[in-house]
């Protein structure tokens, strides 16, 4: 997945439940790593789009994550800068390689950064891929302004440092304008490169929406989100996404 190369970690399906879980070993650690944007040019415009935000996914649930790392999250809204700045310019242009090379940069970082822990995304996501099949990166970007939604009513002074990575000039900007700057930044940059607004246009459909949350619930990754989150709203986030 974005940033395994730097990750302890591997996402598997468990067949008996239809579950996606996470196997962690120092194993899994790579001794070499070699990220060469030229090995990527070819990579169809879609998948960019969605692996890189993927890469943004990683970096802005780590941030807001609840756990006190100040390295990871220095790591993660430098990650968040170089996603803004070169995602748009690589769906574009796949032969880009100065963009190319700073997505592998941000995919790393996110990578890095969530070694802190992820949020209430991933575990909406998870699902969408096991019930529903989307391409993980996808699933986190189309849940990804939602889960933003759900968290700014904790989560405001790191979503204005959020904006403020992404662009937005917040300097006497009310925090909850700043708050709601970043959330509209991450929707722009889906319409922008093409990612769907909601999860019925691909297909998913509302009756899926009970064992979609029964199995975000069971997610490890919304324990360290910076929200407590409930069945119930597991299923109002699916239904306003939907």
Known sequence: GT??????????????SGRKTVIFSP???AKVVIADPELTVRLPRELTAATGMDALTHNLEAYLAK?????????????IKLVSNNLRRVVEDGTDLEARGNMLVAAMMGAIAFQKGLGVTHSLAHPLSTVSGLHHGLANAIMLPHAMVFNSQVSV???VDVASALGVETEGLPPEEGAQAAINQVSLLCQDIG?????????????????????????????????????????????AAI
């Open 3 to 16: 940033g395994s190369e730097v990750g302890r970690s591997a996402v598997v399906t468990l067949k008996s």
């Open 27 to 29: 194993h899994l650690l």
């Open 67 to 79: 756990n006190f790392h100040p390295i990871c999250d220095g790591i993660a809204l430098e990650g």
């Open 157 to 159: 002074d790191r979503l």
């Open 195 to 239: 990612i769907p607004t909601n999860l019925s246009q691909v297909g998913v459909q509302a009756e899926k929406i009970p064992i979609l949350a029964e199995q975000a619930m069971q997610d490890i990754c919304h324990q360290l989100n910076p929200r407590v989150c409930t069945l119930q709203d597991m299923i109002d986030i699916y239904s």
